[in-house]
């Protein structure tokens, strides 16, 4: 479980405008937070400083009110989850559950690690598919086991770059119920990038508005909605 707070982000590639320019967002534990705006507007430089992949220029990120800002990405517990889910073809869905695990080599006995698989494909409702390869698998089976390498792992917290952005307009529809879904079941915090105004509106309990590296408004699908 994380609360993840930013403070006063800034990203200053070379010399040039800000591309995160003092971004303050404070996430409780198990908030569901859009982060929306244009292409460019700093979306996924800002997602990127949050997992450890983008050094941050100035202002400090806490997680679980502790400073994190020198942490390697390994070291934070976050969990990104890409937008091509990036599973092994040839590896069945239990093998591709497995992998973190069997990563941090004799940390884990075998029957550990099946025991965690199993736990993991129970709350997502994977149990019947754990032996098929995900090729047979539909998209949002696919994204249960993306989140399932996240879960084995006891990430504190979820963070999805523009995960629907490459399909089509149903599977999308699909796919964003399919998502909030197991967030609430799941309890866990979540960022999720997007440029989608429909996503913004129904997916999350907050959407942060982003445009040009600046932090316009945090509020409500509904207050946002409201709004004249
Ligand atoms: P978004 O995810 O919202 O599309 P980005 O975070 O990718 O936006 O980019 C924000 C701004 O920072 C853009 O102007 C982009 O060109 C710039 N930028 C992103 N990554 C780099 C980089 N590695 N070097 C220089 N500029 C970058
Ligand atoms: P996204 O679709 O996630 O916004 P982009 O196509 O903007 O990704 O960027 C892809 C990669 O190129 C990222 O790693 C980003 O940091 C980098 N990048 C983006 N803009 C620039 C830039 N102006 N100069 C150098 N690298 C950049």
Redesign the pocket.
Known sequence: MAHIELKHLVKK?GDGFPAVNDVSLDIADGEFVILVGP??CG???LL?MVVGL?DITSGELDINEKRVNDLAPRDRNLAMVFQNYALYPHLTVRENIAFPLRLAKGKHSEAEIQAKVDRAAEMLELTEHLERKPANLSGGQRQRVAMGRAIVREADAFLF??PLSNLDAKLRGQMRTEIARMQRRLGITTIYVTHDQVEAMTLGDRVAVLSKGILQQVASPRELYEQP
Do not use: A, I
Request: charged share 50%; aromatic share 10%.
């Open positions: 590639y292409s460019g979306k996924s430089t990127r983008e770059d523009e």
